[in-house]
């Protein structure tokens, strides 16, 4: 297991630096970098404008008043930057340098990957704060949203799936796949709409809030009132979520449960004389559940990371989700390529970490006598 631990660990950098590259490579042909941004806010400036850059050394650039149009002379360029015209092209060379956009594409991506190996990921450019205290700000939100989420979808598909498996073609398992069918044919934004709808004062009734993880007056609670408000936000939220992921766990524990009762070793635990709970509980739920249990670090990061931006907007819930989502809109590119480094590594380790839970469930299997 050590060995195929050891090969798994060195596949992450090829692995990282290549999806770094190809997100680069792409963003670089994309129109709208942060130069195009602030210049187009200064165009939307009357009189003049005053832009106040963060760039990597953390410095400052404030610039000039806008010429008047028409000015002629050296003080106008044909500059690469939709919208640059009539605005001096030292004032460009300056944003340019103050972004990093003055050095050519291998040599920023060498010295932001440089960076990056030891996490320094640096400021955003378009807010006052550092990308590490950007993510740690929103990461509660984020956090809260997929731990309950993949919870109450965990608890919700392995009781009905196993019950799913032991009823098969029974009433109970044609009404509940309806549900299922359900659950997995509506997206979970329009659900969410659908429940502010009902129960946030959007038609009918006005009982949970409509945005926020806590009230205002959160650190004037008690400590009880304090998880009730907590759990009360939440509510909404985390509903939305589970109704579009609980519906294709249920099946893959229904299917493993019926490919596992109808394996030899059960008829033959059955012939032993074991009741049917035994049979199901003592036999078939460990080798059934191995492919469930062990797939939840990866489910878990998948809600965490992809599946709850349209909820956070939704909700107006200032979560990672979200903060990726602007920053992908205002080309903030440390934030871009920060959070994708960040996450891409944390999702390769968790996948180690998902084959080390296989091994933990069940130590018959052997990853060492395979191929990587």
């Known amino acids: 297991m050590f060995a195929y631990i050891l090969r798994r660990l060195l596949l992450i950098p090829p692995t990282l630096l290549g999806i770094m590259i190809i997100n680069f490579a792409v963003v670089q042909i994309l129109p709208g970098g942060p130069v195009e941004q602030l210049i187009a806010q200064i165009a939307g400036d009357d009189v003049s404008s005053t832009a106040r850059v963060s760039g990597d050394g953390g410095s400052e650039v404030m610039a000039a008043k806008r010429p008047a149009q028409g000015s002629g002379g050296d003080s106008t360029v044909t500059s690469k930057y939709r919208g640059a015209q009539g605005l001096p092209p030292e004032f460009i060379k300056d944003l340019e340098r103050q972004f990093g956009l003055d050095k050519p594409a291998h040599e920023r991506f060498w010295l932001m990957m440089k960076r990056y190996a030891t996490f320094d990921f640096g400021d955003s450019y378009f807010r006052d704060q550092s990308v590490m205290q950007l993510v740690l700000d929103k990461m509660p939100v984020s956090i809260s949203l997929g731990l309950w989420t993949t919870l109450l979808v965990y608890l919700i598909s392995i009781p009905l799936g196993v019950a799913k498996a032991v009823r098969d073609g029974s009433k109970f398992d044609i009404w509940t796949s309806g549900l299922v069918i359900f659950g997995n044919a509506v997206p979970g934004f329009l659900f969410a709409i659908l429940l ?177």
Do not use: C
Not at 253 to 281: C, D, M, P, W
Not at 308 to 331: K, N
């Open 196 to 372: 502010i709808v009902l129960f946030a004062g959007g038609r009918y009734w006005d009982i949970f809030p409509l945005r926020g993880l806590v009230s205002e007056n959160f650190a004037e609670l008690s400590t009880w009132e304090q998880v009730k408000d907590y759990f009360w936000h939440l509510t909404l939220p985390i509903s939305s979520m589970v109704i579009g992921g609980f519906a294709g766990l249920t099946m893959l524990t229904k299917n493993s449960f019926l490919e596992q009762i109808n394996q030899q070793y059960v008829v033959t635990a059955r012939s032993k004389g074991l009741t049917e709970h035994q049979v199901l509980y003592g036999h078939v739920f460990r080798n059934a559940m191995l492919i469930v249990i062990a797939g939840f670090p990866s489910a878990f990061i998948g809600i965490l990371f992809t599946g709850a931006l349209l909820t956070e907007v939704i909700f107006s819930l200032d979560g990672l989700g979200l903060l990726g989502f602007d920053a992908a809109l205002t080309r903030d590119y440390p934030v871009m390529f920060a959070t994708l480094y960040f996450f891409t590594l944390l999702g390769l380790v968790m996948g180690i970490i998902g084959d080390l839970m296989y091994h933990i469930i069940d130590p018959r299997i052997d990853f060492d006598a395979r191929e990587v």
